[in-house]
């Protein structure tokens, strides 16, 4: 991979700027792709865009910037995005700083005398260009993240695999208020402008329970094509399919992997009526530690998996089991063998699954094989 160091000027990087809102920015004789089409929104506040011009107008340094090399005599710009829009911004006359040069009043760039044009025209940015393979720009974006302000894992790909497919695939996923908002924020967490949407779908798009692929792979697979509707139109079942079997919404659906389980399910017919009902009557038993796991339990149960592991079903006490223990006289309930206490388990007599308690009546103590028998049954 070759990396390499160069010194910019502010009016190179400034020529050719254009801020054309949802389509993007660019810079640098619109060879410097700033801010792809649907990438995250300007988040500086005004202090902090102030702060980058007063700090080139004293000719301190600023932070590196990174850009990636994309062929052709262009570039996608990594790192330091938004000192990049604070000054090209700036020298477009979009907003004004006080106190530049010693000057109190709050100008614009136009209203600077010329000579302080100059000056800050001519002031240097040190930028790293980094030409490689995919494989290779995201391990170093990785590095060189770790001591800045940290980008999420989908940010760094989206650094790495840029293309058609990815500029179509944020239209949808990747903008505040975006399609996907819209359609499924109550099942997605995070947000989208920092990618989690994005991320997430596309964890979620293959044919099985395990993808096939792991993010990297489908992204790289789909770098090229012209149009993401696919992922969209996929995204659309998901959620489609998720309504119509659990019309009633509860907070405790949000943040599954639903697309994992609609790849896994889809197939198979199921009625929302008794869903709803086995759905309610996981909720109220207090056994269940963990409620979202109801939602992928009552999917296995109606293909006949039965998978309370799923549902973190709370356990038998300490002082229950000693309880047990010291009326069984140490005796497996099984075998009737003597063990100490630490070689045996606590036993649901009737299993949970067929209606038994987490309850001292529904407790028997077995040894750890007579345990793990009945277990396999």
């Not at 009326?327 to 045996?344: H, I, L, V």
């Not at 987490?358 to 040894?367: A, D, G, I, S, V």
Request: aromatic share 12%; glycine share 8%.
């Amino acid at each position: 991979m070759d990396i390499r160091l160069e010194h910019i000027k502010v009016r190179d990087l400034f020529d050719g700027y254009q801020d054309n809102g949802d389509n993007g920015v660019v810079a640098y004789g619109g060879k410097l792709d700033v801010r792809p089409a649907y990438q995250r929104e300007f988040v500086y506040k005004p202090e902090q865009q102030k702060a980058v011009i007063d700090t080139m107008s004293k000719g301190y340094p600023l932070n590196v910037m990174y850009w990636a090399d994309q062929g052709n005599g262009r570039y996608e710009l990594i790192d330091g995005q938004q000192r990049t829009l604070s000054i090209c911004s700036f020298l477009n006359n979009d907003y004004s700083c006080s106190g530049l040069f010693g000057i109190k009043q709050s100008l614009g760039f136009n209203s600077l005398p010329t000579d302080l044009q100059a000056k800050l025209s001519d002031y240097e940015l040190t930028v790293y260009i980094c030409d490689g393979t995919e494989s290779e720009k995201l391990e170093w974006f990785k590095t060189i993240n770790i001591a800045g302000e940290e980008l999420s894992s989908q940010e760094l790909r989206n650094a790495v695999y840029v293309g058609p497919w990815l500029s179509d695939a944020k239209r949808f996923f990747s903008k505040t208020g975006c399609a996907a908002y819209g359609l499924g924020h109550n099942y997605l967490k995070g947000t989208p402008i920092r990618q989690d949407y994005l991320e997430e779908v596309i964890s979620w798009y293959g044919d099985s329970v395990t993808p096939k692929q792991s993010i990297e792979e489908c992204m790289m697979q789909h770098q090229h094509d012209a149009k993401a509707s696919d992922l969209w139109e996929y995204f659309q079942r998901v959620i489609e399919w998720v309504e119509k079997l659990f019309p009633y919404y509860r907070k405790e659906m949000k943040g599954l992997p639903w697309g994992v389980y609609y790849n896994r399910y889809h197939r198979y017919t199921y009625d929302p009526v008794l869903l709803e009902q086995e759905v309610v009557r996981l909720m109220a038993d207090d056994d269940v530690g963990k409620k979202s796991g109801i939602y992928n339990y009552v999917l296995e149960a109606k293909i006949g998996n039965d998978k309370p592991c799923l549902l973190s079903i709370r356990a038998f006490t300490d002082t229950q089991k000693r309880t047990i223990y010291t009326q069984q006289a140490g005796k497996c309930a099984c075998c009737g063998k003597y063990f100490s206490y630490e070689e045996m388990e606590g036993d649901h007599i009737l299993p949970w699954s067929k209606g038994g308690k987490t309850e001292l009546q529904n407790l028997q103590m077995l040894c750890r094989d007579c345990n793990r028998r009945k277990s396999d049954k």
